[in-house]
């Protein structure tokens, strides 16, 4: 995911921000004036942005100022130019309180807004890096566009004040929100990685005019779906404008893929994950401990497993404790972009020449896609994997609007390899899904639960053939099967040994159950007389195996040196085969999920006698029998952040 979303906070938090965050992540010298120390520090001032600006007197793109970040952010949420209000206040002669609540912007608050942390995907960013002028500029204009797209979808769909009686009433900010944004370009480890920091404020006007809190559990939730969305919109523009296409890349095992621009080597990604590589090695210790970590009466601590809760959590640990200090010496942009490519050169392993000229390559590979890959979206069937998807890979098959939108997104942004949608897509594809294969089951007690957004789904059918999730056992047991084991009793550990010298147990992953589900359903609506399916009918997997590697790049000759023999009649010659031949040895595309006749015939037939049990379910849940409770906690799970791997987040920024 490449969106994070942090709390802020009146006190020791908003003092961070100003002396590091609004400079870089860099270091504030005391008494030093917030533009000398951008100056110094090499990055650009801050930028108001959001439609909410007009009612506090402020214009999108205008500079930030130290004081109007102090009156928003760190005075508990007053207006930017409080102390001008108060001032003439003072001097029409009202009294020091009543001057002072005239720059309130409602009541005070402890949490003054979130810190939304935006950055492409890494083939991008070297992209913005390695390239001309021309190719940095294009990035960054597709960047910042994004970044008002995102904040917009937010205004419109996700932010809500809250206000009556314990907050039961919500309301859309009808004026918008108003956030100050801030440019950073490199990570802690030195590498390359832009990115945005866009401290959103939770203050918002209501219709009557009154100043309220925008309820920030609503960003949380949202924030998958906004990473989503900011992919997608950055992919498209980048590839539109200068010529590219995205690939789905496997980063861990079983983990759904990320796209990336296809053509530029995984050697150089790989080149600027080193704060991922301190991570990894660091989050395998901490595993270690967590499996064999016993009280005083040497009963085993926490769980005999590592579930994606305690992983996640582990990794949150073990990228703070290999967080590095703060960057020496600021760089201006041209001498870190000139310092970047020598680095790349010396230390990545990837040829002078491919870094040198890594546009051309990224153009030549989507040459190759573009003219395989149609840019065909089934509704019907995308409604079929959304749902498929997010049904196995949310705990107990239960989940919300907002994780079919996520998938969605994700799901187009695969079918359309970094072409333009139409707006509202997404939007069609979770209706279809949810008219078409989803099944309500909400029950609210509140008036919270009333809402769209918030409305308890399940899916209409049952994957049998697929084993449940299954669970760590609450307390050890010596006769337990490790779920990754093959079956055999797991071996003790001998004594002695250090982490990566024993298999550490770990839940397994639901990504390829998921993919394996949603070709179970759509082969089963297929041939399925008794169900039809809308729209064009076409295979999604193996339409977008044609772009695979193997398929794109074209077989090398017996003679090398008669590269350029004249082709064969009827065989098209397009692409620079000599272009795409250095590419085999560097690109890492993720393969598509292969299933056999057999395989499907089984798994359909399997499919096919769970329909009286949905049809039970449907009458269970129609008739309002009573539905075990929702861990709220337990149901986000499946939907939190990836940890940050090869193509992960280069430090907390």
Known sequence: MTVDIRIIRAGQMYRYYLRETVVGDGHRPARTPLRAAQEQAGVPVGRWMGRGLAALGLAPGEEVTEAQLRNLFGERGRHPYADRIEAVRLAAGDSPKKAYRAGALGRRVTVTGVDFVFRPQPSIYLLWAFGDE??????????????????????????????????????????????????????????????DHVLLSVKGQRLDG?????????????????????????????????????????VTEGRRPVMEIAGVPHELIRWTAQRSDQIAACLSELEHEYVTAVDDDGEPKYLPVVSERARAKLNTIAARMTRPPKKGKARSLAQLRADWKASAIRTSGVPA????????????????????????????????????????????GRFHRRHLLAEARRHLALVLRGRRRDPGLDDQVVAAAISAHCLDISEPTTVRGLEAGYR????????????????????????????????EPPAPRPPGQDAGEWAIPRVPLQYDRAVLAGAVVREQLRTTTATAVRGRAYDVVAHQQAAMPEQLLAPEPADPENDDHEQKPGRPEALDLTALRALRQSRTDVEALELTVEQLRHLAAAVTKTGEGARVRKRKYTGRETTPPVDPERQEEQHRPQQPGPHGLEASC
């Open 210 to 250: 009154k100043w309220g809190s925008i309820h920030t559990t609503a960003l949380y939730e949202n924030t998958v779906a906004a990473s989503a969305l900011y992919n997608e919109l950055v992919a498209a523009e980048v590839c539109e404008e200068l010529g590219l296409a995205t690939e789905p890349r496997t």
């Open 456 to 487: 308890l789904y399940t899916a209409r059918w049952a994957l049998s053939d697929l084993p449940a999730r299954r669970r760590p056992p609450a307390a050890p047991d010596p006769d337990r099967r490790s779920p990754t084991d093959s079956g």
């Open 134 to 195: 021309e190719t940095r500029l294009v990035i960054e204009a597709a960047h910042e566009r994004a970044l008002v797209r995102v904040l917009e979808w937010i205004e419109d769909e996700v932010a809500v004040i809250r206000y009556g009686t314990d907050g039961n009433y919500r309301v859309r900010p009808p004026g918008g929100l108003v956030a100050a944004r801030f440019r950073h370009y490199e990570a802690r480890s030195s590498r390359p990685l832009l990115h």
């Open 353 to 396: 020449d491919v870094i040198s000229s890594l546009l051309e390559y990224a153009r030549a590979a989507a040459a190759a896609i573009r003219a395989r890959v149609a840019a065909v979206v089934d509704i019907a069937l995308a409604a079929v994997d959304v749902t498929a998807t997010v049904f196995v890979m949310n705990n107990g």
